[in-house]
């Protein structure tokens, strides 16, 4: 199966940027799409971005377009999401998913993999 490992999360300030990294590995499909979900305490988990392996899309959240940046290296196998201009409310787990599908989409259920999730905590 393919295993998912984030990394790249910490504490930034309000207007601050980090870039988080996704390394997928194992049995790796090439219409492997890739997603970022986040959750904050007591909230539901909420679609970020996505992109496609192979047909080189993205969808991005209302909440985060024009800040963050979904973005790919195929020969590593891994993808990123930029953030920048962060905000307070952009705290939370930050996670990401793989689906076995060319095709971008913003629902959890279309994602067969998940890595363990890194925090991301953005002070005032």
């Known amino acids: 199966q393919v295993q998912l490992v984030e990394s790249g999360g910490g504490l930034v300030q309000a207007g601050g940027s980090l870039r988080l990294s996704c390394v997928a590995s194992g049995r790796i499909f090439s219409d492997l799409a890739m997603g970022w979900f986040r959750q904050a305490p007591g909230k539901a988990r909420e679609f970020v971005a996505a992109?496609?392996?192979?047909?080189?899309?993205?969808d991005y959240a209302d909440s985060i377009k024009g800040r963050f940046t979904i973005s790919r290296d195929n020969a590593k196998n891994t993808v990123y999401l930029q953030m920048n201009s962060l905000k307070t409310e952009d705290t939370a787990v930050y996670s990401c998913?793989?689906?076995?599908?060319?095709?971008?989409?913003?629902?959890?259920?279309?994602?067969?993999?998940w890595g363990q999730g890194t925090q991301v905590t953005v002070s005032s």
């Open positions: 992109i496609s392996w192979n047909g080189a899309n993205a």
């Open positions: 998913a793989a689906a076995r599908s060319s095709l971008v989409s913003s629902r959890p259920s279309a994602y067969n993999y």
